[in-house]
């Protein structure tokens, strides 16, 4: 396909982002906007040399900057900013369903209420579903750097909302921090009635997948990369239909992958695992939804069937309601059937 066309095909393909941090969608013009009417300084005296510092050698020199970004956010004010601001921009990239993570732990631990937090991003994603047809899910992820104690704490804190929260996830540093370390977490969070999905298997190996699914009975898992070393694992994802929600630009950017054209979503793909792309940290790694497709199609050489086959898994992998689901399945085919290069 040509690339003009290929680009065309992508913009308007309907899509569900289903793995994406909310601290990570935080563009330098806006972090710079909220640190100044904050009384903030940031450590980079100009947006040209943040964007300068966004040169990762791996998950940790990332994860050292998106947290010193998150600093200036405060009120519930800029909560709500960053969300809409996410929402304004993926509207525009025709995504119609969302679920986001945040990572209470980065704001509470630096005397932040939750409730603050919580509520700046959720009236946000409210008025998105109003106004912007954007339906949502909302995921509190702890911080696996910290102690299972510590989010603990996160979990009691998000007791009294869990009204607002769908689900608890796993991310920050992975080498180091396995899965055993957040079982009776989990399954507490499980008894609450949240939902469970880990990072696993994006620096760390394979084993990690295995874990995350064993001992803290996740459903989804985020990444996931690592999953083609073992064939017993592909045959338990498939015959489970445990999604996997991969980040390809994420990918390249941590150094998780050399280049675009190794990524392994087209083999998963080509093997039936429910895989589909998300963005991670957007103003970060060089693109929204549009742009990982593109590019990861542009590398891979992706055909009209693959990209219809990632837009599908997306929303069958969501925590939609079957109803909603195959309206949205129906409306991708639909877009597919009727679309003329
Ligand atoms: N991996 C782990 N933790 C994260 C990431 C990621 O890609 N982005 C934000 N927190
Ligand atoms: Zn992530």
């Known amino acids: 396909m040509h690339l003009p066309h290929l680009r065309k095909l992508i913009e308007g393909i309907p899509k569900a982002e289903l793995h994406l941090h909310i601290e990570g969608s ?26 300068d510092a966004y040169r990762f050698g791996n998950l940790q020199e990332f994860l050292d900057i998106y947290y010193e970004g998150a600093q200036v956010l405060i009120h519930e004010q800029d909560f709500y900013d960053l969300t809409w601001a996410y929402l304004i921009k993926v509207h525009s990239q025709n995504v119609v369903h969302v679920e986001i993570f945040f990572d209470p732990q980065t704001h509470t631990d630096r005397g932040i209420e939750f409730e603050v937090v919580l509520m700046g991003i959720y009236k946000a994603l409210e008025k998105g579903k ?125 150094k998780v992958i050399e280049r675009l054209e190794d990524h392994p979503i087209e083999k998963m793909l080509d093997l039936g695992i429910l895989a589909s792309i998300h963005s991670d940290d957007p103003a970060y790694f060089g693109g929204y939804m549009n742009e990982n497709y593109y590019e990861t199609a542009r590398a891979l050489n992706l055909n009209k069937g693959q990209l219809m086959q990632l837009a599908i898994n997306a929303f069958e992998a969501s925590w939609l309601s079957k109803a909603s689901k195959a309206k949205h399945i129906d409306r991708v085919k639909h877009y597919f059937d009727t679309y003329n290069v």
């Not at 903030?40 to 040399?49: A, E, G, M, Q, T």
């Open 130 to 254: 109003q106004e912007l047809n954007i339906s949502f899910r909302l995921i509190m992820s702890y911080l696996r750097h910290l102690s299972e104690e510590a989010a603990f704490k996160t979990l009691n804190m998000s007791v009294p909302f869990k009204q607002y929260i769908d689900g608890v996830g796993l991310d920050s540093s992975e080498l180091g921090n396995p899965p055993a370390k957040f079982v009776s977490v989990f399954k507490a969070s499980a008894k609450h009635g949240y939902k469970l999905v880990a990072h696993a298997g994006e620096e760390g190996p394979v084993d990690y997948i295995r874990d995350a699914l064993d001992t803290l009975k996740v459903e989804r898992i985020d990444h996931g990369n690592r999953c083609l070393d073992d064939g017993t694992l592909i045959d338990r994802l498939l015959y489970k239909s445990i999604p996997l929600t991969l980040c390809p630009l994420s990918n390249v950017a941590l």
């Open 26 to 51: 935080f563009e330098p013009e806006l972090m710079f906007e909220i640190a100044r009417r904050n009384n903030i300084s940031l450590k980079y005296d100009s947006i040209s040399s943040l964007k």
